[in-house]
């Protein structure tokens, strides 16, 4: 399997030169060459465990780059975190209603769905090609403190991480200040996360820099946290046993994503519901066909406060018929103008039918956890309640009363306790491994909003 860029001038690459390279060199995103079928028996599947399935169903992504039997075991090691033995459990809310719920891993976020996978992979490719690297990024919350977790114990990655002093919750902070491996490093930018993420591509783009500091990158446009996230559509399916719709609370556009491909390689998916909180872009594009930026507005969901989804560029491309060039300029017009039009029938071919938008405010995301508390006991996250409150607008809308649907569950409520008390009265406990999280000593470092010295810092550290 080699892959391609969606600007369509960068060289083809193989499965592990994606792993580390994240962004390809003209600016745009690896895809397969062609998108591959999932081929294994039925029987197989009911037997198997989420980690055998993951490595049977990422297994033509990788091709012949890692063993097989070596790609298993980085599977089994990753999913032994989960403190769920299905990993990704479905669970029924109400008739033909269900979450899936993507948050048992360490870091309490379905990140880790992704990057506990994505540290075991750089782990051992770094280890054969006797090579050592600097994972730069830039978060505004969840990302963190799931990188960290999933390459803590690597021997060959550090890892610098970016966010916005002040503009992150009490608990995600400390998942990243109060870890003790010496190759992780959280700072605290004095600014924004718009400012953390300019610093972060301010040193990429400083060529010499980036080469004398092996610079690598695990956020979300790494094709390889995407395919890890294809592996739950078919095992929610699997579980099922038929086929339903998705709807999928939606930031960056990676998790919707992998439902896609994943529904280009066969799992029976009959459409998605993108989520969006009051960051509505997507809703707007999939009312109007055109895609048109606004300013962030800070919500319950902060995960989501996102204006514009770079992954949604790997979509693009396959709605221009994966015309690289016409992406590019498509792409440079919304940087210039704000604007992205596209043409009526490849939007027909490719959007209609598949995906709806629907948005979520605040006010009715406390609603839905309140009505989920009153209907099931359940607590759920600002997130997740955003995407369910979706698949229910949708319901009767786009598809018929008895269609199954399921809600991916992307965060566990206790990372997110003051919304979830002011919804339902009830504070959610942390899970026992992070239960004296509050009381752990920090670890802070502060920079301020500048080039040179988180350059120096980034130095300082490898
Ligand atoms: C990152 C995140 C999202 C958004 O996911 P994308 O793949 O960026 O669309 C949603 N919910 C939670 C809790 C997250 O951490």
């Given at each position: 399997m080699r892959y391609i860029s969606t600007r369509g001038t960068a060289p083809e690459i193989g499965f592990c030169d994606v792993l580390l390279a994240g962004?390809?060199?003209?600016?745009g995103l690896y895809v397969p060459q062609t998108w591959p079928a999932s081929a294994k028996s039925a029987d197989e599947k009911f037997e198997a465990s989420y980690a055998q399935r993951a490595a049977s169903i990422m297994a033509p992504f990788i091709g012949d780059e890692i063993d097989a039997k070596v790609f298993q075991q980085l599977c089994v090691d990753a999913y032994s975190?989960?403190?769920?033995?299905?990993v990704a459990p479905l669970i029924e809310i109400a008739p033909d209603e269900y979450l899936l719920e993507l948050f048992h891993g360490p870091t309490l976020a379905f990140k880790d769905v992704a990057l506990q996978l994505v540290g075991k992979l750089f782990d051992h490719v770094l280890a054969q090609r006797n090579e050592r690297v600097m994972i730069v990024g830039a978060t505004s919350g969840d990302t963190g403190g799931a990188a960290f977790d999933g390459v803590a114990?690597?021997?060959n990655v550090d890892i610098v991480m970016l966010y916005p002093n002040n503009r992150v919750s009490d608990v995600q902070r400390r998942q990243m200040t109060t870890?003790?491996?010496?190759n992780v490093h959280a700072v605290a930018i004095d600014g924004t996360f718009d400012d953390c993420q300019d610093l972060v591509k301010a040193m990429f783009n400083d060529q010499k820099f980036r080469d004398a500091n092996q610079l690598s990158a695990v956020n979300s446009i790494n094709l390889v946290r995407v395919m890890a996230q294809v592996v739950y559509y078919f095992t929610a399916l699997e579980k099922l046993g038929d086929s339903a719709v998705f709807s999928v609370p939606t930031g960056n556009f990676g998790n919707v994503l992998a439902g896609w491909i994943a529904k280009q390689m066969g799992?029976?998916?009959?459409?998605?519901?993108v989520a969006s909180n009051t960051n509505d872009i997507l809703t707007r594009f999939f009312e109007s066909q055109q895609m048109t930026a606004n300013e962030v507005v800070p919500t319950?969901?902060?995960?989501?406060?996102?204006?514009?989804?770079?992954?949604f560029e790997r979509l693009l491309f396959e709605m221009n018929n994966r015309d690289g060039d016409l992406t590019a300029k498509q792409l440079t017009e919304f940087r210039s103008t704000g604007e992205l039009i596209v043409a009526q029938s490849n939007y027909a071919k490719w959007i209609t039918g598949v995906f709806t938008g629907y948005r979520c405010n605040d006010e009715q995301t406390l609603t839905t956890m309140k009505d989920v508390y009153q209907q099931t006991g359940m607590l759920i996250d600002p997130h997740t309640a955003v995407g369910l409150s979706a698949a229910r607008q949708s319901i009767g809308v786009?598809?018929?009363?008895n269609q199954s649907i399921i809600t991916l569950a992307?965060?566990?409520p206790a990372k997110f306790p003051e919304a979830v008390c002011r919804a339902t009265g009830q504070t959610p406990e942390l899970p026992e491994h992070l239960a004296d999280l509050m009381s752990r000593p920090e670890r802070i470092i502060s920079l301020p909003n500048n080039l040179k010295s988180v350059q120096a810092f980034v130095a300082k550290c490898r």
């Open positions: 962004l390809a060199r003209d600016g975190t989960f403190r769920h033995p299905d114990s690597c021997r870890l003790t491996a010496s799992a029976s998916i009959d459409g998605f519901v319950l969901s902060p995960s989501m406060d996102i204006q514009v989804s770079s992954n786009n598809y018929p009363k992307t965060a566990h």
